[in-house]
Nanobody, 117 residues
């Protein structure tokens, strides 16, 4: 069984930075992507970004230039460095694993990020 362990959420002021981390454990296929979605209050879940273990990376337009996503294949972890945070970045952030061979999705429990003055 695959598990995702998230860490790093919290309350920050506008303009500050925060880093989210997620570690995947269990039986994971040889090709996968680890990443983050977020769900702002009262809105639908949306993609933030992901990185695959074969070198592909993507970031959503609203966070490009402010967020950086990176993965460690050996540890099966993904980190999301969030800079210049804005109030509209306030959301529950969910770690996400997609396993290509199985075509399966796994979600973390979510970690809350609040950006407020």
């Amino acid at each position: 069984q695959v598990q995702l362990m998230e860490s790093g959420g919290g309350l920050v002021h506008p303009g500050e930075s925060l880093t989210l981390s997620c570690a995947a454990s269990g039986s994971i296929s040889s090709t996968y992507a680890l990443g983050w979605f977020r769900q702002p209050p009262g809105k639908e879940r949306e993609l933030v970004g992901w990185v695959s273990n074969f070198g592909s990376t993507t970031l959503a337009e609203p966070v490009k230039g402010r967020f950086t996503i990176s993965g460690d294949n050996a540890k099966k972890t993904v980190s999301l460095q969030m800079n210049v945070l804005r109030p509209d970045d306030t959301a529950t952030y969910y770690c996400y694993l997609y396993q290509y061979e199985e075509g399966s999705n796994t979600w973390g429990e979510g970690t809350l990020v609040t950006v407020s003055s």
